[in-house]
């Protein structure tokens, strides 16, 4: 099974991948805190999250607080991978299995990739500036975040404005276009900045904003996020272990060595170059048949 999933993950698309990664993060958060449960007695489910959330969690999730987010800065990518509710992932990847397969139809594994990670930075970001500068909408704001949301935001509405009038079958509604989802969705993360998860429907915003600008860039011919895969593709090639180059000659059928071959062309430079001396102090027509071959030959390879 362990090898089926690695060679899934190696050879399958890169919405199999992102799915992956959240899966793994998921099971690994769930055995931490499985493990915390036993080996925390006397602590009641409450007590226990927070001690959990203290210890593990705040090294995954984003903090409003800039100074934590200065200490953890990796947070801002994390938190957008990791989950501690099954709904909560389950809901993610439905979306985002649905919706990535779509995207791969008309753009490029890394294009989803780059409008991922992108939209989840941009989510993160207009959640930290509400925050931070509407102070007094923190009884509505979790101090914390974390989930794929606004990274599957982006795609969602990307690829919702570049194929608008994409048809899909909903259970019970039947037909409905893809601007017509984005446009619903949108609706309810305004409406639901009110509610007790202010913060994830105002990262939601941020992910939608920048799946739509994404496109808009696009169709005037700027990729606006290519910068993020070039830099992931130099960081892949540094880290990617070198493979030493054997150089090989053929030669009537045989194979010859660097070593071999660098010395059987010096060995005919030394011949070419006595050949050339004795045209140069006699004339050709005192060489020999085998040297007039060997300068034809040689001069033939030239």
Known sequence: MF?????????????TRLIYINIGLFVGIGLLYVGFRIFTPGSTLDDLKGIF??????YL????????????????????????????????LLWLY?????????????????TY??????????YLL????????????????????????????????????????????GPVKLKYIALFSIILDILMIASYNAGGHIAHLGGALYGFIFIMQYRKGRDIGKWLNN????LVTLFRPRRRLNITY?????????????????????????????????????????EKETLFRMSKRK
């Open 130 to 173: 509400v925050l931070n500068l509407m102070p007094w909408l923190s009884d509505y704001l979790s101090p914390y975040m974390l989930g794929a949301s606004a990274a599957i935001m982006a795609i969602v509405f990307a690829i919702s404005f570049y194929v608008p009038d994409f048809t899909l079958y909903l259970l019970f509604f």
């Open 250 to 290: 053929r030669k009537r059928n045989r194979i010859m060595d660097d070593m071999e071959y660098n010395s059987k062309k010096a060995a005919d430079q030394k011949e070419i170059d006595r050949i050339l001396d004795k045209i140069a102090q006699s004339g050709y027509d005192n060489l020999t048949r085998k």
């Open 98 to 114: 649905w919706f990535g397969k779509i995207f791969l139809q008309y753009l490029t594994e890394k294009q989803l990739l780059s």
């Open 61 to 92: 999730m984003l903090s409003a607080d800039p100074i934590k987010l200065i200490t953890r800065p990796w947070t801002i990518i994390t938190y957008m991978f990791a989950h501690q509710n099954v709904w909560h992932i389950l809901f993610n």
């Open 117 to 126: 990670l992108l939209g989840g930075l941009a989510g993160a970001v207009l």
């Open 3 to 15: 090898d089926e999933i690695k060679s899934s993950f190696r050879h399958g698309t890169m919405v």
């Open 231 to 234: 830099f992931i593709d130099d």
């Open 53 to 58: 959330n203290q210890k593990i969690m705040q």
